[in-house]
């Protein structure tokens, strides 16, 4: 890797950790140390998507982008110097003639098949486009015409190119401090068929369209159980409640008391709810549609009360650790260092992330659009407003100094002084606030189960209810993953997985 993609892949991670609370990444054991692949992806998160896979691929990605996007100040620079391709798509050049068009969309993609056939790692979203949908656009067969190029480029090489599915999950894929996974999966089996190379000298173009075709299916059946495509949100949040339901109601059984789950844990337990969803709808769909219709009778209720599934046995803590330290702290600094470093942070960063927020609204097309927006802009609000408060106090530094006595009298330690303060504010402001949502959905939650105490336990009845009738429906069938005792889904390796 050269230095300038090694210091692009630093860029990508250091600004991905500080949009996403966490990132998880599991599946590292099924790439390949050598040889060249694609690794394929659906596509739900506009520019936020290849960069997730660019911060975490463990080698070099080559990555190839509408031409247009090279255009835009800063981003087209990054690209060319981590050698992506630009790639002229024939229906975006309308000024050439269709040959000349097909000519150059053939030589783009054949200078990246190239990068393929010697060894690298491409990176290609089929779907051609970047939605809001809970399920796969249908895909172009550009990703199946792709690797049939590189092979006939790497004729006889030692090692042949690899298709590696990736799948990207989001907690709340527009929303600052949320979770993500990167999930890659084993390189896909391919039969005799699909894994001849194409012979343009001897094999007519009906069986090459045809090799094409099917391959591109393969893709698609493969991606579709990689990200747990769903025909509805409707349908995809129901198989939420599942999981959540199930966890809570396992744990109540066996008397344990569960930490949430982080997203990894999430994406397996509802991996096992859409297989078995799907798997006996086939099956069974008249006892699917009926449970379906009971499970959204009790999450409408749930959603009502506000209330999670685990909370109908235990409220949640009114006590929280971040808390006590913050108010702690407040005492050892006798109130005078705190609220105001606070008070500083949310009057600094505070019109920014208005401005940020308006923005994403407006220059966002779709959803997908609003993650990109808020972490390319915000990369230059926020830094922008903490040196202009530095600015602005070093030019005022003697009036700073005499109300803040124990900064140096020069303008430089007053710089760097308010430029950090306005840093170290809205990070402790923003951890506040997120400490008093909890608090208050708490406080919530608690008046609620004082308030609505038949309701509460009529609901943990139905929970208990619905989860037999999910245990009974799925039978024995193989699902993803393994249980714990107390009720945590574990990947099937798990020591202490209970297979149920």
Same mark, same amino acid.
């Given at each position: 890797?050269?230095?300038?993609?090694?210091?692009?892949?630093?860029?990508?991670?250091?600004?991905?950790?500080?949009?996403?609370?966490?990132?998880?990444?599991?599946?590292?054991?099924?790439?390949?140390?050598?040889?060249?692949?694609?690794?394929?992806?659906?596509?739900?998160?506009?520019?936020?998507?290849?960069?997730?896979?660019?911060?975490?691929?463990?080698?070099?990605?080559?990555?190839?982008?509408?031409?247009?996007?090279?255009?835009?100040?800063?981003?087209?620079?990054?690209?060319?110097?981590?050698?992506?391709?630009?790639?002229?798509?024939?229906?975006?050049?309308?000024?050439?003639?269709?040959?000349?068009?097909? =000519?150059?969309?053939?030589?783009? !993609?054949? @200078?990246?098949?190239?990068?393929? /056939? *010697?060894?690298? #790692?491409?990176?290609?979203? &089929?779907?051609?486009?970047?939605?809001?949908?809970?399920?796969?656009?249908?895909?172009?067969?550009?990703?199946?015409?792709?690797?049939?190029?590189?092979?006939?480029?790497?004729?006889?090489?030692?090692?042949?190119?690899?298709?590696?599915?990736?799948?990207?999950?989001?907690?709340?894929?527009? =929303?600052?401090?949320?979770?993500? !996974?990167? @999930?890659?999966?084993?390189?896909? /089996? *391919?039969?005799? #068929?699909?894994?001849?190379? &194409?012979?343009?000298?001897?094999?007519?173009?009906?069986?090459?369209?045809?090799?094409?075709?099917?391959?591109?299916?393969?893709?698609?059946?493969?991606?579709?159980?990689?990200?747990?495509?769903?025909?509805?949100?409707?349908?995809?949040?129901?198989?939420?409640?599942?999981?959540?339901?199930?966890?809570?109601?396992?744990?109540?059984?066996?008397?344990?008391?569960?930490?949430?789950?982080?997203?990894?844990?999430?994406?397996?337990?509802?991996?096992?709810?859409?297989?078995?969803?799907?798997?006996?709808?086939?099956?069974?769909?008249?006892?699917?549609?009926?449970?379906?219709?009971?499970?959204?009778?009790?999450?409408?209720?749930?959603?009502?009360?506000?209330?999670?599934?685990?909370?109908?046995?235990?409220?949640?803590?009114?006590?929280?650790?971040?808390?006590?330290?913050?108010?702690?702290?407040?005492?050892?600094?006798?109130?005078?260092?705190?609220?105001?470093?606070?008070?500083?942070?949310?009057?600094?960063?505070?019109?920014?992330?208005?401005?940020?927020?308006?923005?994403?609204?407006?220059?966002?097309?779709?959803?997908?659009?609003?993650?990109?927006?808020?972490?390319?802009?915000?990369?230059?609000?926020?830094?922008?407003?903490?040196?202009?408060?530095?600015?602005?106090?070093?030019?005022?530094?003697?009036?700073?100094?005499?109300?803040?006595?124990?900064?140096?009298?020069?303008?430089?330690?007053?710089?760097?002084?308010?430029?950090?303060?306005?840093?170290?504010?809205?990070?402790?402001?923003?951890?506040?606030?997120?400490?008093?949502?909890?608090?208050?959905?708490?406080?919530?939650?608690?008046?609620?189960?004082?308030?609505?105490?038949?309701?509460?336990?009529?609901?943990?009845?139905?929970?208990?209810?619905?989860?037999?009738?999910?245990?009974?429906?799925?039978?024995?069938?193989?699902?993803?993953?393994?249980?714990?005792?107390?009720?945590?889904?574990?990947?099937?390796?798990?020591?202490?997985?209970?297979?149920?």
């Amino acid at each position: 890797m050269s230095r300038v993609y090694d210091s692009l892949v630093g860029f990508a991670r250091f600004v991905i950790r500080r949009f996403f609370r966490k990132v998880e990444v599991t599946g590292l054991e099924y790439l390949p140390q050598d040889g060249g692949g694609i690794l394929v992806s659906w596509h739900p998160n506009g520019l936020i998507d290849p960069v997730l896979i660019l911060a975490h691929f463990p080698r070099q990605v080559i990555f190839g982008a509408r031409h247009g996007l090279f255009r835009w100040p800063v981003l087209g620079q990054l690209m060319k110097a981590a050698g992506t391709v630009p790639i002229y798509r024939a229906i975006d050049a309308s000024s050439l003639d269709p040959e000349a068009r097909r =000519a150059a969309n053939t030589s783009s !993609l054949d @200078a990246l098949a190239n990068q393929v /056939a *010697l060894g690298s #790692f491409s990176c290609l979203f &089929p779907e051609g486009d970047s939605h809001d949908s809970p399920h796969l656009l249908e895909l172009k067969s550009g990703a199946a015409r792709f690797y049939y190029r590189a092979r006939q480029l790497g004729a006889g090489s030692e090692e042949n190119p690899v298709i590696i599915p990736v799948g990207l999950h989001y907690d709340n894929k527009k =929303a600052f401090r949320s979770n993500a !996974l990167v @999930a890659f999966h084993p390189p896909l /089996a *391919l039969d005799e #068929f699909l894994e001849r190379v &194409p012979d343009e000298d001897t094999e007519p173009p009906e069986a090459f369209r045809e090799r094409v075709s099917r391959l591109t299916a393969e893709i698609d059946r493969t991606l579709r159980e990689v990200v747990h495509a769903t025909e509805s949100w409707e349908i995809h949040h129901l198989m939420h409640r599942v999981r959540k339901l199930a966890r809570s109601e396992r744990a109540a059984r066996a008397g344990a008391s569960l930490s949430k789950p982080d997203i990894a844990e999430r994406t397996l337990a509802f991996s096992r709810v859409w297989a078995g969803y799907y798997t006996r709808l086939e099956s069974h769909p008249e006892a699917v549609a009926h449970l379906r219709t009971k499970v959204a009778t009790y999450n409408d209720e749930m959603r009502a009360l506000g209330v999670e599934d685990h909370e109908l046995d235990d409220p949640p803590s009114l006590v929280n650790g971040w808390l006590i330290g913050l108010l702690l702290l407040q005492v050892v600094l006798v109130f005078l260092v705190l609220p105001p470093v606070i008070l500083v942070g949310a009057l600094v960063n505070g019109p920014p992330a208005l401005v940020l927020w308006a923005l994403s609204k407006v220059a966002s097309k779709r959803k997908k659009d609003e993650a990109t927006v808020k972490v390319f802009v915000g990369m230059v609000a926020f830094p922008t407003a903490w040196v202009s408060v530095g600015v602005l106090a070093a030019l005022a530094h003697e009036a700073v100094v005499e109300a803040w006595p124990m900064v140096p009298d020069t303008p430089i330690a007053v710089f760097l002084a308010a430029s950090g303060l306005s840093l170290l504010g809205g990070m402790l402001s923003l951890r506040y606030l997120h400490v008093v949502r909890e608090t208050a959905h708490a406080v919530r939650v608690r008046l609620t189960r004082a308030r609505a105490r038949v309701t509460i336990a009529r609901l943990r009845v139905e929970r208990s209810e619905l989860y037999n009738q999910v245990v009974a429906l799925v039978g024995e069938l193989d699902l993803p993953g393994a249980v714990r005792a107390d009720g945590t889904v574990v990947p099937e390796d798990d020591p202490e997985a209970v297979f149920i």
